[in-house]
């Protein structure tokens, strides 16, 4: 009895002493390969975390301390399971950047996602070729529909550019051009170019205008100057005009022309073609005014604004993100179906971004290089002015809003008052005889106005519906 009760002791203790071993090994190998992955995915955010100021998805206001309320965080992710086209192509984009769901890919992805326009392409196409996207495309309304059929499209040629560096510009120039304008215009639009090259856009040196400058210095800087054109075709316009439009390219050296047709929703191309062309042939310039080529400008105050914006912020080391004009916080997309702004929820659900009047921005050469680059990572938005809103989000910037730039026009009263274009530094909109008419009232009335302060700093416009460029 003993021996056998010994014999089946040796059985168990042969039979089990194996498994025991076996689960003792197997359980060692699952936390050593749980830990060992834990570490990894750790590491790999340590690693790419100090990167996540560039390309990585950064909401305003969550990484600087919270005091951008008006700023909603994620405005463009806030419907998870929306089925709104960009919505849709965007968050595509934004989870190749995200380390841990892509974690062998991210790096290699954020890197070259400065260098090119690739990621765009492949989330477009992966996104529209799925059958549910494609149903919901037909139904967009048309003009959006021609939008969206093209907008993963960049790289349309240039067909005249100035012969010179970086537009049209004076032979003396003797330091670094203060401001170089960029204005949006149309191929028909031969006056009002005219009328801004004679008054407020004219190049070479301008004269500043100080409040208050008792020591009789006046300030001044270089302008350059450069409009942005798409094209209009014969059959559109029932006549060729090319010649004309090299003729004067020729004779004034600031027409850059793209070969994309020049329509209100194909806007945003000169902002993001302009970008390109400016991070290629502009090194010199301080700061850009884009504009529309139905504003006016008073030049001589802009100029003194602006070196003293360039001492305050160079001192400060922040004019990489400088931004300023009529600021627009979180407006709602317009979904009034006949309207030209009109954007269906099909398209774009959530707000829009905090975002500067597009009538008349200005901003500096280091900020535009670095849009040109976080463009690449962000699908193109049919309303421009709210696109340049969404690259200013993910740079982790804020325009500074400006009361002196009007972008939405005076009110009456206010037009009426003595010395008014005195307290301004952009008015949009008025005509190319108008323009003719205040830039010699601005000259005439200089002494009478001599004191007269900008318009005053008040707080942040909050607009239900946005109506830039009217
Ligand atoms: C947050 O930043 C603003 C300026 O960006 C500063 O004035 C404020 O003191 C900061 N607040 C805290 C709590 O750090
Ligand atoms: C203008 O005058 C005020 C006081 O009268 C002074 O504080 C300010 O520095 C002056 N500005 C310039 C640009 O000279
Ligand atoms: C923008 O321009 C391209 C190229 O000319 C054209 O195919 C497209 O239809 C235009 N988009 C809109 C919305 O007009
Ligand atoms: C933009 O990207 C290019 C290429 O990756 C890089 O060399 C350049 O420094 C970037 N510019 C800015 C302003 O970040």
């Not at 639009?189 to 009789?216: H, K, P």
């Not at 800087?221 to 010649?243: A, C, M, N, Q, W």
């Not at 709210?386 to 009456?412: K, S, W």
């Not at 607009?463 to 009217?470: G, Y």
Request: charge should be positive.
């Amino acid at each position: 009895m003993a021996r056998r009760c010994c014999r089946l002791r040796n059985i168990l203790i042969c039979v089990c002493t194996p498994c025991c071993c076996l689960t003792l090994l197997y359980s060692y190998a699952i936390i050593t390969i749980y830990l060992h992955m834990n570490s990894m995915v750790l590491r790999h955010i340590a690693m790419v975390s100090p990167n996540l100021a560039s390309p990585h998805f950064v909401a305003a206001g969550a990484s600087s301390n919270g005091s951008s309320p008006s700023v909603p965080k994620t405005f463009w992710e806030q419907h998870l399971r929306s089925d709104a086209l960009w919505n849709r192509l965007q968050r595509h984009v934004d989870h190749r950047f995200n380390p841990i769901i892509r974690k062998e890919k991210s790096d290699m992805l954020l890197e070259r996602s400065s260098s090119d326009e690739s990621l765009l392409h492949q989330s477009y196409f992966e996104v529209t070729s799925m059958a549910s996207v494609r149903e919901n495309f037909e139904r967009l309304p048309q003009q959006v529909r021609e939008f969206a059929s093209s907008m993963h499209k960049r790289n349309y040629p240039i067909l005249i550019q100035p012969d010179g560096e970086c537009g049209a510009q004076s032979e003396q120039e003797k330091e670094p051009p203060l401001i170089l304008f960029a204005i949006k215009s149309t191929a028909l639009n031969f006056r009002n170019r005219r009328v801004i090259r004679q008054t407020w856009g004219r190049v070479g040196w301008v004269e500043g205008q100080r409040i208050n400058s008792s020591d009789g210095d006046m300030g001044g800087g270089y302008i350059r100057r450069v409009f942005l054109l798409g094209k209009e075709t014969p059959e559109d316009l029932g006549v060729d005009i090319s010649h004309l439009l090299r003729a004067e390219s020729k004779r004034h050296g600031d027409i850059l022309q793209w070969d994309f047709k020049d329509t209100f929703f194909n806007l945003t191309l000169k902002d993001v073609l302009f970008w390109s062309w400016f991070s290629h042939h502009c090194s010199k310039p301080l700061f850009v005014l884009k504009g529309d080529d139905d504003v006016f400008v008073n030049t001589p105050k802009l100029i003194s604004y602006l070196q003293d914006q360039l001492e305050k912020h160079r001192s400060r080391n922040t004019l990489h993100e400088f931004m300023v004009g009529e600021v627009i916080g979180s407006a709602l997309p317009n979904r009034v179906r006949r309207s030209k702004y009109f954007i269906p929820e099909s398209f774009y659900r959530g707000l829009y971004p905090m975002y500067a009047g597009g009538g008349g921005v200005v901003y500096s050469g280091e900020l535009t290089r670095r849009l040109h680059n976080i463009s690449k990572t962000i699908h193109l938005f049919p309303i421009d002015d709210v696109y340049v809103g969404m690259c200013m989000i993910r740079l982790n910037a804020q325009p500074i809003h400006h009361p002196a730039f009007l972008t939405f026009d005076f009110t009456e009263k206010e037009e009426a008052q003595p010395c008014s274009y005195h307290t301004i530094l952009l008015v949009h909109k008025r005509s190319p005889s108008e323009v003719v008419e205040l830039w010699a009232d601005l000259k005439d009335t200089r002494e009478q106005c001599q004191g007269v302060p900008l318009r005053a700093v008040k707080k942040i416009k909050q607009k239900a519906t946005p109506s830039p460029s009217v």
